[in-house]
Structure formats: structure tokens, C-alpha cells
């Protein structure tokens, strides 16, 4: 049997934006047998998805963690006789190593000397969608299907609101705060958007109960599901959902891939020309881009919702 070995860590914004390249991977080796190297985050959903057989667990450990690289080499090694082809399409520093590390299978990424190289200098300034499709053509794979998403979509809901309702996204990476629209302003969209009576839902972490206070304070009638949504509820959530408002983070591209109308509003920090969620069939969500996101006025994004 074929064996094949697909490489993508994180974050969940990029896992998303790679289902179109997995799907095509799938499509491509109908027979094979498909394993996903990833992060413990996502192994879950890879388990959930139609597109591997088996998920391995990389950890991301330090290079002189012997047992750990132990560990990662066996499974990048495979089965007897190894992987038939590698998709690396997370295409760092560190899983370019892993080519060697695997004994220099026949290879899609930019590891130096492998088979199947993404050969165009403009990868880095490609977005991530359009840069996986180049990639894969180059392999051999000449297309990337709409990804079927009803395995993601379809379990059941947590408690919501009547709808209509919109899903509010307030968070965004910890570490980088400029990435985050204030709450205060999520809260008056919130009071418009009852206005037009559509109820709002916030979704993200626990380190986003303050947010979703300060909004419930300007809209009494926000539900607060900060923390207590899975992947998919946030999937099946979004896709039932009017609209999706959000900061550039990961459950804004799982609400764009799901078919929600999506507003992501980005800063400085990042740029959508790279990392922009996408919808279903590759069109790309609403994007505001304000420098410095305190400077995006509520009337900008109300203005933007259908």
C-alpha cells in the first residue's frame, strides 16, 4: 500500500487555510494510506476530518530532547520500507530538517535536494491558499477542490439565541495585543446589531471572559460562550450564523471556510494579503485594515455587514 506522510503544525488559522491542499492530497491518492504530522491541538480535528488514516503528534520539543527525537523520527520514517511521498506544507526551518531526519523520501516542500521542490522565488509573499496550490501542482496534484465540510458543520449545537445571530470574535493571539479591535467597540456593533434585532454570540477562551463582560455590558443580550466551544461547536456555530466579526485569528478562518459572512479586521501585525480567511470556494472575506485597530471606528464595521 501506499504511504503517504503530510506535514502541518499550526496555527488553526493556517491548518484551516491547508484543508483545500488536504482534500487535493486525498483526491490525488485515493488508495494510499494518508498520515498527518501536527500538533496535539489539532489532532482531534484531523481525527474528525475524511482526509487521514492515521495522525501523528509532533511536539515541537527542543532538538536535544533525545527521547522526544526519537520519537518524531520514527514516525517520519513510517512504516517498513518509509513513506512513498511527503507534503510538507508547513515548509519552516524546523520541518525542513525532518526531510533529512526521514531519510530523504521523495519530498514536496523546500527541503535543499528533495524531489519535488516549490520552486518559485515568490512563495514567500503568495498567499498561504495560492502558495499550497503551487506547491501541489509542482508535485504533480493540478488541483485543489472545494473542501466538503458537513463532518465539521453538523454536530450538535451549544445553547444560542433565536437566530438570526451574528458570532463576535474578540481575541486573538495573547501575545500580541495589537491584533485585538477593542472590546468596547465589539460591545456598541453588538447594541446595532439588536438593533436590527440579530443577537450576538462571542466565542474564544477563557482569557476572553473580560471581553465578552464589557460587551455584555452595552448588550445585555450577548450570549457568552467564551471558553466552553470546541472547534467544531465554533464551526457548526458559525456556519448557522448571519455573520462572523473578528480579529485576525484563528475562528474568523473557520467561519469564512464554513460559508459565514465574514468581516476580519486586521492591524499592522498582520498582513491579509498573506493570511487572509478564505470562503469555501476560495473568495475571500470581508478585511478592514486599520494600522492601529483603536483607530477603527464602529461605524466602518457596521457598515460592512450584509
Same mark, same amino acid.
Given at each position: 500500500m501506499t504511504q503517504v506522510l503530510v506535514i502541518r503544525l499550526g496555527a488553526? *488559522?493556517?491548518f484551516v487555510l491547508s484543508f483545500p491542499a488536504f482534500a487535493a492530497?486525498?483526491?490525488h491518492h485515493p488508495d494510499a494510506r494518508i498520515t498527518l504530522l501536527t500538533t496535539p491541538p489539532y489532532a482531534d480535528l484531523a481525527r474528525r476530518s475524511p482526509w487521514f488514516d492515521a495522525i501523528g503528534l509532533d511536539e515541537r520539543s527542543r532538538w536535544w530532547n533525545l527521547r522526544a527525537m526519537a520519537r518524531l523520527r520514527a514516525t517520519?520514517? *513510517? !512504516?517498513? #520500507? *518509509?513513506?512513498?511521498?511527503?507534503y510538507d506544507l508547513q515548509t519552516s526551518r524546523r520541518t525542513t530538517r525532518y526531510y533529512f531526519i526521514a531519510g530523504r523520501p521523495p519530498w514536496s516542500g523546500i527541503a535543499p535536494g528533495c524531489s519535488h521542490p516549490h520552486a518559485n522565488w515568490r512563495r514567500d509573499s503568495m498567499h498561504t491558499l495560492e502558495r499550497q496550490r503551487d506547491q501541489l501542482r509542482m508535485a504533480g496534484i493540478a488541483d485543489l477542490p472545494r473542501p466538503a465540510l458537513g463532518w465539521l458543520t453538523g454536530g450538535p449545537l451549544p445553547d444560542l439565541p433565536p437566530r438570526p445571530y451574528? =458570532?463576535? =470574535?474578540? #481575541?486573538?493571539?495573547p501575545h500580541r495585543p495589537?491584533?485585538?479591535?477593542?472590546?468596547?467597540?465589539? #460591545?456598541?456593533?453588538?447594541?446595532?446589531?439588536?438593533e436590527r434585532g440579530i443577537n450576538s454570540v462571542i466565542i474564544g477562551g477563557r482569557e476572553e471572559a473580560r471581553a465578552a463582560a464589557i460587551i455584555q455590558a452595552?448588550? !445585555?443580550d450577548a450570549v457568552d460562550l467564551t471558553g466552553s466551544t470546541t472547534? !467544531?461547536?465554533?464551526?457548526?456555530?458559525?456556519?448557522?450564523?448571519? =455573520?462572523?466579526?473578528?480579529?485576525?485569528?484563528? !475562528?474568523?478562518?473557520?467561519?469564512?471556510? =464554513? *460559508?459565514?459572512?465574514?468581516v476580519v479586521l486586521f492591524s499592522a501585525e498582520s498582513d491579509p494579503a498573506l493570511t487572509a480567511p478564505r470562503g469555501p470556494n476560495g473568495g475571500w472575506a470581508t478585511v478592514l485594515h486599520a494600522p492601529d485597530l483603536s483607530d477603527l471606528p464602529v461605524e466602518r464595521v457596521a457598515a460592512a455587514l450584509p
Open positions: 488553526l *488559522g493556517d492530497i486525498r483526491a517520519l520514517r *513510517g !512504516p517498513a #520500507g *518509509g513513506f512513498n511521498m511527503v451574528a =458570532v463576535l =470574535v474578540p #481575541g486573538a493571539s495589537a491584533k485585538r479591535w477593542p472590546p468596547e467597540r465589539f #460591545g456598541a456593533l453588538a447594541s446595532r446589531l439588536m452595552d448588550s !445585555p472547534i !467544531p461547536d465554533i464551526a457548526a456555530i458559525a456556519a448557522r450564523a448571519r =455573520v462572523a466579526v473578528g480579529n485576525d485569528t484563528g !475562528p474568523m478562518h473557520l467561519a469564512a471556510a =464554513v *460559508g459565514c459572512h465574514s
